[in-house]
C-alpha cells in the first residue's frame, strides 16, 4: 500500500532562517506531488505541484520554492523565511490518471518568530 | 472560473443528523471530494463521486450531487462526537489538468 511521510511535524524558526521540509511517497511510482499552505486551520491554498522529475509549477509567487530531485521524493525550501511564511504546510500525492484522488500526509506547523 | 464555496460552521447534537453542503461555479467539474481533517492533521478523503452520479451511500456518509444547481451536499446518520472536524469539499475539472480546488471547510461540531 501507499504511504505518504512528512517531517517534521513542527517547526519554530527565526525570522531570515532557511527553510527545508521534506515529503516522501511510497509504494507507488510517478505520483504527482503537491505543497498546499493551511492558514489558522481554514482553506488550503496550493503552492507547489510536480507531474514528474525535476518539473516544478508555481501556482502562487512567494518566498518559497520547490524541488523533486528523486521520483517520490518532494521538498519545500526557502532561503529566508518571513513572519507571513507561518502556517500548516501540506504534502499530498495522486495518481495522475484522470481520478485525482489527493493522499495528504499529516502535516508540519511552522512558526515563523 | 472556479470558485468552491462552503459555510464555515455546524453543530449538530449527537445522534442527529449532518449535512454539510457546498456549492461550485465550473460546471466541467469531473469529480467531487469529501476530505476531513482533524485538529493538527492532515486531510483524510471521505468520498468522492462522479459528476455523472447524483447520490452515493457509504455506510453512514450519503453524497448528493445536483449538476443542475452545482450543489454538492454530505450527510452524516447519527452524528457522533468523533465526526467533529473540519470538512472540505473538492472538485477537480478534466479542462484543468484535472487539479483539485477546494473550498474553504465547514467546521463540524457535535454537542453530547
Known amino acids: 500500500s501507499q504511504t505518504i511521510h512528512q517531517w517534521p511535524a513542527t517547526l519554530v524558526q527565526p525570522v531570515g532562517s532557511p527553510l527545508s521540509l521534506e515529503c516522501t511517497v511510497e509504494g507507488t511510482s510517478n505520483p504527482n506531488l503537491y505543497w498546499y499552505r493551511q492558514a489558522a486551520g481554514r482553506g488550503l491554498q496550493l503552492l507547489f505541484y510536480?507531474?514528474?522529475?525535476?518539473?516544478i509549477s508555481s501556482e502562487v509567487p512567494q518566498n518559497l520554492s520547490a524541488s523533486r530531485p528523486q521520483d517520490r521524493q518532494f521538498i519545500l525550501s526557502s532561503k529566508k523565511l518571513l513572519l507571513s511564511d507561518s502556517g500548516f504546510y501540506l504534502c499530498?500525492?495522486?495518481?495522475?490518471?484522470?481520478?485525482?484522488?489527493?493522499?495528504f500526509g499529516s502535516g508540519t506547523q511552522l512558526s515563523v518568530l | 472560473g472556479e470558485d468552491v464555496e462552503q459555510s464555515l460552521f455546524l453543530s449538530v447534537r449527537e445522534g442527529d443528523s449532518s449535512v454539510i453542503n457546498c456549492t461550485y461555479t465550473d460546471s466541467s467539474s469531473t469529480y467531487l471530494y469529501w476530505y476531513k481533517q482533524e485538529p493538527g492533521a492532515g486531510l483524510q478523503l471521505l468520498t468522492y463521486i462522479f459528476s455523472n452520479m447524483d447520490m452515493k451511500q457509504d455506510q453512514r456518509l450519503t453524497v448528493l450531487l445536483n449538476k443542475k444547481d452545482k450543489h454538492l451536499s454530505l450527510r452524516i446518520a447519527d452524528t457522533q462526537t468523533g465526526d467533529s472536524a473540519i470538512y472540505f469539499c473538492?472538485?477537480?475539472?478534466?479542462?484543468?489538468?484535472?487539479?483539485?480546488?477546494f473550498g474553504g471547510g465547514t467546521r463540524l461540531m457535535v454537542k453530547p
Open positions: 510536480s507531474v514528474g522529475i525535476g518539473q
Open positions: 473538492a472538485e477537480s475539472m478534466y479542462n484543468a489538468g484535472n487539479m483539485l480546488t
Open positions: 499530498a500525492w495522486s495518481m495522475g490518471q484522470g481520478n485525482e484522488k489527493l493522499f
